[in-house]
Protein backbone atom coordinates (compact mmCIF):
# COMPACT_ATOMS: atom_id res chain seq x y z
CA UNK A 1 0.00 0.00 0.00
CA UNK A 2 1.41 3.54 -1.02
CA UNK A 3 2.44 5.37 1.92
CA UNK A 4 1.81 9.34 1.76
CA UNK A 5 5.06 11.48 3.66
CA UNK A 6 5.87 14.39 4.56
CA UNK A 7 8.24 15.88 7.06
CA UNK A 8 7.77 15.74 10.81
CA UNK A 9 8.91 19.58 11.25
CA UNK A 10 10.24 22.25 10.58
CA UNK A 11 11.45 25.44 12.35
CA UNK A 12 10.89 28.88 10.84
CA UNK A 13 12.09 32.19 11.67
CA UNK A 14 9.28 35.04 11.11
CA UNK A 15 9.81 36.49 7.80
CA UNK A 16 11.26 33.42 6.69
CA UNK A 17 10.78 31.23 3.62
CA UNK A 18 9.62 27.24 4.48
CA UNK A 19 9.01 24.59 1.77
CA UNK A 20 6.98 21.58 2.98
CA UNK A 21 7.12 18.45 1.06
CA UNK A 22 4.52 15.46 0.69
CA UNK A 23 5.86 12.28 -1.49
CA UNK A 24 4.86 8.75 -1.47
CA UNK A 25 6.80 5.78 -0.72
CA UNK A 26 6.41 4.32 -4.00
CA UNK A 27 6.28 6.37 -6.94
CA UNK A 28 5.96 10.18 -8.18
CA UNK A 29 3.14 12.53 -6.66
CA UNK A 30 1.97 14.01 -9.91
CA UNK A 31 -1.35 16.30 -10.76
CA UNK A 32 -2.99 13.75 -11.19
CA UNK A 33 -2.88 13.32 -7.68
CA UNK A 34 -4.80 16.42 -7.09
CA UNK A 35 -2.63 17.37 -4.28
CA UNK A 36 -3.66 19.44 -1.86
CA UNK A 37 -3.13 21.42 1.45
CA UNK A 38 -4.92 22.04 5.01
CA UNK A 39 -3.85 23.61 7.94
CA UNK A 40 -4.77 22.99 11.60
CA UNK A 41 -4.44 24.46 14.69
CA UNK A 42 -5.25 22.40 17.89
CA UNK A 43 -8.80 21.92 18.89
CA UNK A 44 -9.90 23.38 15.50
CA UNK A 45 -11.13 22.11 12.00
CA UNK A 46 -8.52 21.60 9.27
CA UNK A 47 -8.71 24.70 6.67
CA UNK A 48 -7.84 24.16 3.32
CA UNK A 49 -4.83 26.67 1.67
CA UNK A 50 -4.65 24.75 -1.63
CA UNK A 51 -6.13 22.24 -4.04
CA UNK A 52 -5.36 20.97 -7.53
CA UNK A 53 -1.55 21.83 -6.59
CA UNK A 54 -0.97 25.24 -6.74
CA UNK A 55 -4.87 27.18 -6.43
CA UNK A 56 -5.11 28.72 -3.09
CA UNK A 57 -8.66 28.48 -1.59
CA UNK A 58 -10.92 31.55 -1.33
CA UNK A 59 -9.10 34.18 1.45
CA UNK A 60 -6.06 32.08 1.70
CA UNK A 61 -2.91 34.76 1.73
CA UNK A 62 -0.96 35.14 -1.01
CA UNK A 63 2.47 33.83 0.82
CA UNK A 64 1.29 30.23 0.40
CA UNK A 65 1.93 28.73 -2.65
CA UNK A 66 1.53 25.24 -4.02
CA UNK A 67 3.53 23.42 -6.58
CA UNK A 68 5.32 20.14 -7.60
CA UNK A 69 8.91 19.87 -6.95
CA UNK A 70 10.40 16.94 -8.42
CA UNK A 71 8.63 14.02 -7.56
CA UNK A 72 6.94 15.84 -4.65
CA UNK A 73 3.95 18.18 -4.09
CA UNK A 74 5.10 21.30 -1.95
CA UNK A 75 3.87 24.27 -0.27
CA UNK A 76 5.93 27.27 0.17
CA UNK A 77 5.28 29.66 3.43
CA UNK A 78 7.06 32.84 2.22
CA UNK A 79 7.45 35.51 4.92
CA UNK A 80 5.76 33.29 7.58
CA UNK A 81 4.20 34.47 10.25
CA UNK A 82 3.48 34.21 13.80
CA UNK A 83 0.13 32.53 13.55
CA UNK A 84 1.69 30.18 10.59
CA UNK A 85 2.64 28.06 13.81
CA UNK A 86 0.22 24.68 12.89
CA UNK A 87 0.47 21.49 11.46
CA UNK A 88 0.18 21.15 8.17
CA UNK A 89 -1.64 18.36 6.29
CA UNK A 90 -1.50 17.10 2.47
CA UNK A 91 -3.66 15.34 1.00
CA UNK A 92 -3.19 13.17 -2.41
CA UNK A 93 -6.08 11.75 -4.52
CA UNK A 94 -5.01 7.78 -5.27
CA UNK A 95 -7.82 6.90 -8.23
CA UNK A 96 -10.97 5.36 -7.53
CA UNK A 97 -12.55 8.06 -5.64
CA UNK A 98 -9.85 7.35 -2.79
CA UNK A 99 -8.10 9.78 -0.74
CA UNK A 100 -4.96 9.61 1.69
CA UNK A 101 -3.63 12.34 4.30
CA UNK A 102 -0.17 12.89 4.85
CA UNK A 103 1.06 12.19 8.64
CA UNK A 104 1.61 16.42 9.13
CA UNK A 105 4.29 18.19 9.34
CA UNK A 106 4.38 20.73 12.52
CA UNK A 107 5.83 24.05 11.79
CA UNK A 108 7.40 26.38 14.71
CA UNK A 109 7.90 29.56 13.50
CA UNK A 110 10.42 31.05 16.03
CA UNK B 1 -23.47 31.77 4.71
CA UNK B 2 -21.66 28.22 3.64
CA UNK B 3 -21.62 26.48 6.39
CA UNK B 4 -21.98 22.66 7.79
CA UNK B 5 -23.38 21.98 11.50
CA UNK B 6 -22.50 18.59 12.90
CA UNK B 7 -24.50 16.74 15.77
CA UNK B 8 -23.51 16.94 19.51
CA UNK B 9 -20.63 14.57 20.97
CA UNK B 10 -21.17 10.89 21.82
CA UNK B 11 -20.25 8.32 23.82
CA UNK B 12 -21.01 4.72 23.38
CA UNK B 13 -19.65 1.24 24.91
CA UNK B 14 -17.58 -0.89 23.25
CA UNK B 15 -19.01 -2.69 20.02
CA UNK B 16 -22.21 -0.20 19.60
CA UNK B 17 -22.97 1.84 17.07
CA UNK B 18 -22.68 5.92 16.29
CA UNK B 19 -24.14 8.11 13.88
CA UNK B 20 -22.68 11.24 13.43
CA UNK B 21 -24.90 13.85 11.10
CA UNK B 22 -23.96 16.90 9.29
CA UNK B 23 -26.00 19.43 7.89
CA UNK B 24 -25.60 21.66 5.20
CA UNK B 25 -26.70 25.34 4.42
CA UNK B 26 -26.05 28.18 2.26
CA UNK B 27 -25.20 26.47 -0.89
CA UNK B 28 -27.06 23.94 -3.31
CA UNK B 29 -26.18 20.33 -1.41
CA UNK B 30 -26.45 18.54 -4.60
CA UNK B 31 -24.09 20.20 -6.62
CA UNK B 32 -21.46 18.52 -4.48
CA UNK B 33 -19.27 15.42 -2.92
CA UNK B 34 -18.89 15.04 0.96
CA UNK B 35 -16.12 13.81 2.86
CA UNK B 36 -15.59 12.09 6.01
CA UNK B 37 -12.38 12.47 7.87
CA UNK B 38 -11.73 11.47 11.72
CA UNK B 39 -8.78 12.71 14.21
CA UNK B 40 -8.05 10.29 16.65
CA UNK B 41 -6.73 12.10 19.88
CA UNK B 42 -3.30 13.60 19.29
CA UNK B 43 -3.21 12.17 15.78
CA UNK B 44 -3.42 13.27 12.14
CA UNK B 45 -6.35 13.57 9.69
CA UNK B 46 -7.22 10.13 8.06
CA UNK B 47 -10.19 10.18 5.42
CA UNK B 48 -13.08 7.87 5.88
CA UNK B 49 -15.05 8.04 2.50
CA UNK B 50 -16.94 9.90 0.47
CA UNK B 51 -20.53 10.50 -0.32
CA UNK B 52 -22.50 11.73 -3.60
CA UNK B 53 -25.53 13.02 -2.63
CA UNK B 54 -27.77 13.02 -6.16
CA UNK B 55 -26.99 9.38 -6.37
CA UNK B 56 -26.19 5.92 -4.73
CA UNK B 57 -22.56 6.58 -5.03
CA UNK B 58 -20.42 5.98 -1.89
CA UNK B 59 -16.18 5.11 -1.60
CA UNK B 60 -14.89 4.27 1.52
CA UNK B 61 -11.37 3.26 2.40
CA UNK B 62 -10.69 0.05 2.61
CA UNK B 63 -9.66 0.33 6.42
CA UNK B 64 -13.51 0.79 7.16
CA UNK B 65 -15.54 -1.18 4.51
CA UNK B 66 -17.89 -3.16 6.26
CA UNK B 67 -18.11 -0.96 9.16
CA UNK B 68 -18.93 2.60 7.74
CA UNK B 69 -22.14 3.66 6.02
CA UNK B 70 -22.55 7.08 4.51
CA UNK B 71 -25.98 8.22 3.62
CA UNK B 72 -27.57 11.53 2.70
CA UNK B 73 -31.05 12.97 3.15
CA UNK B 74 -31.89 15.90 -0.10
CA UNK B 75 -34.83 16.69 1.65
CA UNK B 76 -32.75 18.35 4.85
CA UNK B 77 -29.39 18.86 3.21
CA UNK B 78 -27.93 16.45 5.63
CA UNK B 79 -25.30 13.62 5.12
CA UNK B 80 -24.70 10.88 7.77
CA UNK B 81 -22.18 8.50 8.61
CA UNK B 82 -22.52 5.69 10.98
CA UNK B 83 -19.80 3.64 12.33
CA UNK B 84 -20.27 0.31 13.98
CA UNK B 85 -18.58 -2.11 16.37
CA UNK B 86 -16.55 0.77 18.07
CA UNK B 87 -13.56 0.14 19.58
CA UNK B 88 -11.39 2.14 21.52
CA UNK B 89 -9.68 2.87 18.63
CA UNK B 90 -12.19 4.82 17.35
CA UNK B 91 -12.21 7.54 19.79
CA UNK B 92 -11.81 10.65 17.69
CA UNK B 93 -12.96 13.66 16.54
CA UNK B 94 -15.19 13.76 13.19
CA UNK B 95 -15.42 16.30 10.50
CA UNK B 96 -17.57 16.35 7.40
CA UNK B 97 -16.34 18.27 4.95
CA UNK B 98 -17.84 19.16 1.32
CA UNK B 99 -15.42 19.07 -1.46
CA UNK B 100 -14.66 21.77 -3.58
CA UNK B 101 -15.39 19.89 -6.87
CA UNK B 102 -11.48 20.13 -7.21
CA UNK B 103 -10.71 16.88 -5.71
CA UNK B 104 -9.97 18.98 -2.00
CA UNK B 105 -12.41 19.45 0.63
CA UNK B 106 -12.93 23.21 0.71
CA UNK B 107 -15.43 23.96 3.84
CA UNK B 108 -15.50 21.93 7.20
CA UNK B 109 -17.69 20.89 9.88
CA UNK B 110 -16.71 21.89 13.41
CA UNK B 111 -16.38 18.43 14.34
CA UNK B 112 -17.54 15.89 16.33
CA UNK B 113 -16.42 14.19 19.31
CA UNK B 114 -16.95 10.31 19.90
CA UNK B 115 -15.86 8.67 23.16
CA UNK B 116 -16.04 5.31 23.14
CA UNK B 117 -16.07 3.48 26.76
CA UNK B 118 -17.54 0.68 28.91
Known amino acids: QNVVTQEPSFSVSPGGTVTLTCGLS?????????PSWYRQTPGQAPRTLIY???TRSSGVPDRFSGSILGNKAALTITGAQADDDSEYYC??????????FGPGTKVTVL | QVQLVQSGAEVKKPGASVTVSCKAS????????FHWVRQAPGQGLEWMGQ????????IYAQKFQGRVTMTKDTSTSTVYMELSSLTSEDMAIYFC???????????WGQGTLVTVSS
Open chain 2, 26 to 33: GFTFTNYF
Open chain 1, 52 to 54: TTS
Open chain 1, 26 to 34: SGSVSFKNY
Open chain 1, 91 to 100: LLYMGRGTYV
Open chain 2, 51 to 58: INPTGYGT
Open chain 2, 97 to 107: ARDSNYYAPDV
